[in-house]
């Protein structure tokens, strides 16, 4: 069974920095990509940042760049976002979920993250709090 479970979430201050997981397990990791999205109370969800699997390809949402890294341990099975410099901004439950590989490569050749439909199986998220 295709498993994604966040984790590293918490309260920091504004300008800190918070190190989320995103364990994965159940499937063929050279075959899909993850990408992190959030969600704010009251909006959709918005891209962050993704990753292939195999190739390691990275695209940033908009507003990530510079702030934000992804990054992929194969052997720890765990892909990782690196948040720098949080703003109250940041907060949101953050979301891993699996993309094929195909499709991110698509992607990944447009610069953009694909809206969330395009995503097929998402973990549960982890709450992540800024305060000013």
């Known amino acids: 069974e295709v498993q994604l479970v966040e984790s590293g979430g918490g309260l920091v201050q504004a300008g800190g920095s918070l190190r989320l997981s995103c364990r994965l397990s159940g499937f063929s990791f050279d075959e899909y990509a993850i990408g992190w999205f959030r969600q704010a109370p009251g909006l959709g969800r918005e891209g962050v940042a993704c990753?292939?699997?195999?190739?390691?390809?990275?695209t940033y949402g908009y507003s990530m760049k510079g702030r934000f890294t992804i990054s992929f341990d194969n052997a720890a099975s765990t892909v990782f976002l690196q948040m720098n410099n949080l703003t109250p901004e940041d907060t949101a439950i953050y979301y891993c979920?699996?993309?094929?590989?195909?499709?991110?490569?698509?992607?990944?050749?447009?610069?953009?993250?694909?809206?969330?439909?395009?995503?097929?199986?998402w973990g549960l998220g982890t709450q992540v709090t800024v305060s000013s």
């Open positions: 979920a699996e993309e094929k590989s195909v499709v991110h490569s698509t992607a990944q050749a447009l610069g953009v993250i694909f809206p969330p439909n395009e995503y097929d199986v």
């Open positions: 990753i292939g699997l195999s190739d390691r390809s990275i």
